[in-house]
């Protein structure tokens, strides 16, 4: 799975910060409950429109950031 699929940028959605596509929940949220120790499932309940693909897909992202790189958002 490709987090490509499950993330998206766009400047006019909570200021241009990543977020799980086609909604308002912003990666950061969804990573900062995963380092809280929150389950996929914990997660997929608090933010219904949030699949557990789209939590590991947060994940990945998170951890392409942690390269120190620049991450292209097209495919």
Known sequence: MSWHEHISVDPNVCH???CITGTRV????ILDNLAAGLTVEEIAESYPSVSADAVEAALRYGAELAKERIVPLSA
């Open 16 to 18: 241009g910060q990543a």
């Open 26 to 29: 912003m990666v950061s949220v």
